[in-house]
């Protein structure tokens, strides 16, 4: 397991730019990863694990849950599933579409409780990419904040894949550049304060923009046995 080489290199980096290391949080992405292995992880002084599966988080959690563990849900969110999720996450990284919107509000307001939330923007404008459109992303969050019942924290992204350095930087660049315009106006129930974006692959590059929030897996625990696209493709079955 590589988490302190991972560490130093987000360390490094911020050094190198003149950032505060304290201000890049590691989260450990865990899907396909038994909780033994994460254990080890954790170990290491990291503080946030993010699932894809509902099923998986409420499976791990349990075993895994401490007071310094916050859990984020990083994966597709099906409407179908909405309770679970409110249970078992302390932040929702990928709230993407309004229909998701109002059933977690319905939700919420049946439990007279709250959410912490990020919005998942699609700046790299695959298809294949769950995620709002950048152009909608302003309007959308305007009205999550009239809610009261969640709390938008940030954005999340996820970079275009095999990219150039540069076409990857140009996602990270746009989704920093939305979340300054949303900060500017001032907006109840949301704060600017999390930037979850860059993976293994590209989480230096993402530091450079401002990422606050790193989501690394395979360069911690090493290869998955299933393609990327089963987390983030309703459309593909794999299992
Ligand atoms: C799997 C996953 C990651 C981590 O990807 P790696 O390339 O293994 O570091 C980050 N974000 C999301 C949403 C993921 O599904």
New binding site residues.
Partial sequence: MRCKMIRSRIESKCVEINRDPDSVKLLL?T?TVEPDRIKQALASGINYI?E?KIQELKRKRPELDTENVKFHF??HLQTNKIKDAIQFSDCI??VDRIHLVEALDKELQKQSRSQDILIQVNTSYEESKFGISPEEAISFVKKISTYGTLKVKGLMT?GIFKAEKEKIRKCFHLLSSIANEIKELGLPNTDMGILSMG???DFETAIEEGSTLV???????GE?IYP?SY??DEKMHVL
């Fill in positions: 992405a899907k993010g894809n990083i994966g990284e990928s996820i993976m293994s692959h989501r690394i897996g395979t360069a911690i625990f998955r990327d987390y983030w």
